[in-house]
């Protein structure tokens, strides 16, 4: 089976622009969530998914949003790009939002000019 | 949201066994204690969870004081391959909230 993916891997954009980042979850995981690496630091929660409702928000401005789609693959849209949002994404899925193990992938290495 | 606190770095050598610590104090009694690892450039792995008992599976062993107020990540051999950031999470009913975890350098 599929692991989680992501796309694209990398991306540069310049700051004032909108950036959207999309995940696949692992076949038949119905939550998703998002999260901001910097470089250097754990990963921080942005939004978490569950049945393409929004279940968890984490502290970041509402440049940041995303949704779920009925496949349950997700994106992450960010406008107003500032050179501070230069990070990995990371996606994760699980089969349920609590408690359960989650997948992450690879990420998307985006940099902010 | 409960949180963790983990050693910056710990260092070991290759084949010996390797304990790392986790302390959470405020932890409620819904709370699970999950352990998730990070290589470079890769993203987070799960390594392993657990409630109140001891929890063993392949790739780690999970020790939790009788008070749940820490615990302690234990690799029997490690290996090159385990050289990375290892963070313990607090999960109950949201997500995952990541501190800046341990790094682990494996020495050959």
């Known amino acids: 089976d599929a692991g989680v993916t992501q796309s694209p891997t990398h991306l540069i954009k310049t700051r004032g622009q909108q950036v959207t980042l999309r995940c696949s979850p692992i076949s038949g995981h119905k939550s998703v969530s998002w999260y901001q690496q910097v470089l250097g630091q754990g990963p921080q929660f942005i939004f978490q998914y569950y049945e393409k409702e929004e279940r968890g928000r984490g502290n970041f401005p509402d440049r940041f949003s995303a949704r779920q789609f009925p496949n349950y693959s997700s994106e992450l849209n960010v406008n107003a790009l500032l050179l501070g949002d230069s990070a990995l994404y990371l996606c994760?899925?699980?089969?349920?939002?609590?408690?359960?193990?989650?997948?992450f992938g690879q990420g998307t290495r985006l940099t902010v000019v | 949201d409960a949180k963790t606190t983990q050693p910056n770095s710990m260092e070991s050598n290759e084949e010996e066994p390797v304990h790392l610590p986790c302390n959470h104090s405020t932890i409620s009694g819904t709370d699970y204690i999950h352990w998730y690892r990070q290589l470079p450039s890769q993203g987070p792995e799960y390594v392993i969870h657990?409630?109140?008992s001891n929890v063993n599976n392949r790739m780690a062993s999970l020790a939790i004081a009788e008070d749940r107020k820490s615990s302690t990540l234990i690799l029997h051999r490690a290996t090159l391959r385990d050289a990375a950031v290892y963070y313990c999470?607090?999960?109950?009913?949201?997500?995952?909230?990541f501190g800046a975890g341990t790094r682990l350098t494996v020495k050959p």
């Open positions: 657990g409630l109140t």
């Open positions: 994760a899925s699980s089969f349920f939002i609590f408690n359960t193990e989650a997948f």
């Open positions: 999470i607090l999960r109950g009913n949201n997500d995952m909230r």
